[in-house]
């Protein structure tokens, strides 16, 4: 079992950053790929970036290569996503998974998310 809590999101202006942070619980943290995902209002969740155990690979949303980074601390057990260059279509909840990468990143475990809102 995981438990993922997200801190870090708030209101910020165009062009800025944000930093979220995602920390999980659990001795198997380590073995799990993770990833961050976001749901803005009206639409389906989607995948924004993920990172495999051994923080060898990452993988990005189209919307987000080049401006966000994500990264882990195995140590701390903890996740993040640098957000940088932040455009008013980012505004939405964030949510950390825990899970699998084969095709697309297969989620086991949610956050209860963060919300960032990007003001024009």
């Known amino acids: 079992q995981v438990r993922l809590v997200e801190s870090g999101g708030g209101l910020v202006q165009a062009g800025g950053s944000l930093r979220l942070s995602c920390a999980a619980s659990g001795r198997t943290f380590s073995s799990y790929a993770m990833g961050w995902f976001r749901q803005a209002p009206g639409k389906e969740r989607e995948f924004v970036a993920a990172?495999?155990?051994?923080?060898?690979?990452?993988y990005y949303a189209d919307s987000v290569k080049g401006r966000f980074t994500i990264s882990r601390d195995n140590a701390r057990n903890t996740v993040y996503l640098q957000m940088n260059s932040l455009k008013p279509e980012d505004t939405a909840v964030y949510y950390c998974?825990?899970?699998?990468?084969?095709?697309?990143?297969?989620?086991?475990?949610w956050g209860q998310g963060t919300q960032v809102t990007v003001s024009s």
């Open positions: 998974a825990a899970g699998t990468i084969g095709a697309t990143m297969n989620p086991y475990y």
């Open positions: 990172i495999r155990w051994s923080a060898s690979t990452t």
